[in-house]
């Protein structure tokens, strides 16, 4: 048995144990590190293959499913930074196995790698939001496709010529990022859906509700407060959602804990729309522009 056997074995256990803390961004980026590292070793040898692309695919897709299948985020945000961060750890740990291969052998590699981890990472984010039938449809995905993807990826660049094999990595890349948007999709009409019937029921601001559907509206609305206060009032407003979801398509036991996370939530949501009303209320007279109320005559 060589050091590097020894090494490479080490780096499964740890991978497995850093999975558990998926959601902490340095752990995530140390696992995806040492499953590179797992998976390539040293020192790659040559390009794989359509079935060798597949078999590592496999391998990497396998440690992060064991160790983080029930610890990843439900959120597409902090599931993208998860993802992005061990989708970089892994591209590192594969340029470096990969550093002696010729050409845009070693582009190729390390895209593909972005490619898998990233699809494991969507589809695992869309996953832990889902409940029941769903939810194992999600996960076999987050399963299947990236070994499909890498075997069709290596297959593609193996047939490329030459002088298309930059054009052929570039499109990898563009696929890493695409692969993200049915868990946007699926984030995007589960708080319209559930988030409006918050609003029915009178517990959030219709204003916020539309605020809240998309990134780029609920990442910077100002009435939400300062940045903290903003991030906390969203991942609160988001997991609400993904509670209710799955509360929907539960049943028995599992039902009613969605019920009380339903519940902690909607407690969680009230507390800080009351102290943004609060603040505003204690505004004195004059203040932002307004105009000091008129002295009565008889306080003369």
């Keep these: 048995m060589t050091a ?3 090494l490479r074995a080490t780096a499964v256990v740890l991978t497995l144990l850093l999975a558990r803390g998926a959601r902490n961004r340095a752990a995530a980026f140390a696992m995806g590190v040492l499953a590179g590292f797992a998976v390539f070793g040293s020192r790659a040898h040559s390009m794989p293959f359509a079935s060798g692309a597949a078999f590592q695919a496999a391998c990497l897709v396998a440690l992060g499913a064991i160790g983080a299948a029930r610890a990843w985020p439900p959120i597409t945000g902090d599931g993208l930074s998860a993802g992005t961060l061990a989708a970089t750890g892994a ?5 470096v196995s990969g550093r002696h291969l010729p050409g845009w052998q070693e582009p190729a590699l390390v895209a593909i790698v972005l490619v898998v981890v990233s699809v494991f990472a969507a ?14 449809i999600a996960w076999t995905s987050a399963l299947l ?7 069709a ?11 298309f094999q930059p054009l052929a990595v570039a499109g990898m890349l563009v696929v890493a990022v695409l692969v993200w948007a ?19 029921l009178g517990l959030l601001p219709e204003e916020d509700a539309v605020a809240l559907r998309l990134p780029w509206t ?11 206060e903003r991030r906390e009032y969203v991942r609160s407003a988001l997991l609400l959602a993904v509670a209710r979801h799955q509360q929907r398509h539960r049943t028995g036991e ?3 804990l969605r019920q009380l996370e339903v519940l902690t939530f909607r407690t969680r949501l009230r507390r800080m729309q009351d102290a943004r009303a609060s603040r505003f209320d204690r505004r004195e007279p004059g203040e932002f522009g307004e105009a000091p109320a008129p002295e009565s005559p008889g306080s003369l």
């Design 4 to 6: 590097e056997v020894v």
């Design 91 to 95: 591209a590192c740990a594969a340029a």
């Design 123 to 136: 589809e695992a984010t869309r996953a832990s939001a889902e409940a029941g039938w769903r939810e194992w």
């Design 145 to 151: 496709l990236p070994v499909l993807l890498a075997a």
């Design 153 to 163: 990826l290596a297959g593609l660049f193996s047939g490329v010529p030459r002088r």
């Design 182 to 200: 049915p868990a946007v999709l699926a984030e995007r009409a589960r708080v319209s859906r559930e988030l409006a019937e918050e609003v029915t």
């Design 218 to 228: 609920r990442g910077f609305e100002k009435r939400f407060g300062r940045p903290d």
């Design 254 to 256: 599992a039902e009613r």
